[in-house]
Antibody
Framework: LQLQESGPGLVKPSETLSLTCTVS??????????WGWIRQPPGKGLEWLGT???????YYNPSLKSRLTISVDTSKNQFSLKLTSVTAADTAVYYC??????????WGQGTLVTVSS | QSALTQPASVSGSPGQSITISCTGT?????????VSWYQQHPGKAPKLMIY???NRPSGVSNRFSGSKSGNTASLTISGLQAEDEADYHC??????????FGGGTKLTVL
């Protein structure tokens, strides 16, 4: 199983950050598992953003819930993240991961998103 | 939700054993057997080392072990090797059906 994040590396303040995670090696729709987004600001620890079940049920970090939307597209074998009204504090490496047994077993390589004008 | 508490750094000499703690509350670490540990080398994605408190995924060395007592989980690395030098992160399921990470611990092999 492989995961690959994609999306803009630079986003302007107040705009929306959009990332997609493409899964290869198996079908998202055939695996009753969860898919998550995690980020890591430069030099800091990991922060869980949210998780989506393959059927579409979502769980969000309470601190981001008002700005965050995670969705899944089983036809494209992808799941996505949208974070609105970004600020410099949202600058981070964003990872997507497959979540089994409430643990993140497979990770993408990560993509750096910088929020700057 | 508050991040789990980990020591900022730990160190040990080759061959020694070290333990990294991860302290939460009864609403996360203490309430569920869903604690996991991740190893992260610089510039790399995290790698799952322990899941469900004490289980090792296939391919992870048996030098890595996990345990839990009350609201504190622990990762022990025995027979420390130079390649173990990395950041280690814990994570737990919470009573709100969310997940929470610790702040991370930098392990230095002297």
């Amino acid at each position: 199983l492989q995961l690959q994040e994609s999306g803009p590396g630079l986003v302007k303040p107040s705009e929306t950050l959009s990332l997609t995670c493409t899964v290869s090696g198996d079908s998202i729709g055939s695996r009753p598992y969860y898919w998550g987004w995690i980020r890591q600001p430069p030099g800091k620890g990991l922060e869980w953003l949210g998780t989506i079940f393959y059927s579409g049920s979502t769980y969000y970090n309470p601190s981001l819930k008002s700005r965050l939307t995670i969705s899944v597209d089983t036809s494209k074998n992808q799941f996505s993240l949208k974070l609105t009204s970004v600020t410099a504090a949202d600058t981070a490496v964003y990872y997507c991961a497959e979540e089994l047994r409430v643990s993140f077993d497979y990770w993408g390589q990560g993509t750096l998103v910088t929020v700057s004008s | 939700q508050s991040a789990l508490t980990q020591p900022a750094s730990v160190s040990g000499s080759p061959g020694q054993s070290i333990t990294i703690s991860c302290t939460g509350t009864s609403s996360d670490v203490g309430g569920y057997n869903y604690v996991s540990w991740y190893q992260q080398h610089p510039g790399k994605a995290p790698k799952l080392m322990i899941y469900e408190v004490s289980n090792r995924p296939s391919g992870v060395s048996n030098r890595f072990s996990g345990s839990k007592s009350g609201n504190t989980a622990s990762l022990t690395i025995s027979g420390l090797q130079a390649e173990d030098e990395a950041d280690y992160h814990c994570s737990s399921y919470t009573s709100s059906s969310t997940r929470v990470f610790g702040g991370g611990t930098k392990l230095t092999v002297l």
